[in-house]
């Protein structure tokens, strides 16, 4: 049974700082490619950020790009996102996954499918 275990959410004053983990439990990390995505309240799953499964290739949605960093220590099994410059506009519930390296793209990450395992989210939550 593979778990994507998040953590790191929490609240944080805007233009503050976090920084997300997602520990998982597969023994093949670094057949996948990891990404981030998060929900807003109302609003529907967005895709945040991607890494491939070798960490050389980033893929991040416009919003966050220049605020946002994705990393994966293999080693350790575990994805980061280190969030700068946070809005109020960030707040949602963030969410790990990960896809396949050998059936996707980090890029083709961004349209949600091909998602083989997801996490159980993290709050995030950007006061003004």
């Known amino acids: 049974q593979v778990q994507l275990v998040e953590s790191g959410g929490g609240l944080v004053q805007a233009g503050g700082s976090l920084r997300l983990s997602c520990a998982a439990s597969?023994?093949?990390?670094?057949?996948?490619?990891m990404g981030w995505y998060r929900q807003a309240p109302g609003k529907e799953r967005e895709f945040v950020a991607a890494?491939?499964?070798?960490?050389?290739?980033?893929y991040y949605t416009d919003s966050v790009k220049g605020r946002f960093t994705i990393s994966r220590d293999n080693a350790k099994n575990t994805v980061y996102l280190q969030m700068n410059s946070l809005k109020p506009e960030d707040t949602a519930v963030y969410y790990c996954?990960?896809?396949?390296?050998?059936?996707?793209?980090?890029?083709?990450?961004?349209?949600?499918?091909?998602?083989?395992?997801w996490g159980q989210g993290t709050q995030v939550f950007v006061s003004t």
């Open positions: 597969m023994r093949t990390f670094t057949m996948y490619h």
């Open positions: 996954a990960a896809a396949d390296s050998r059936l996707v793209r980090i890029t083709t990450m961004a349209a949600g499918r091909d998602i083989m395992y």
């Open positions: 890494i491939s499964w070798n960490g050389t290739d980033t």
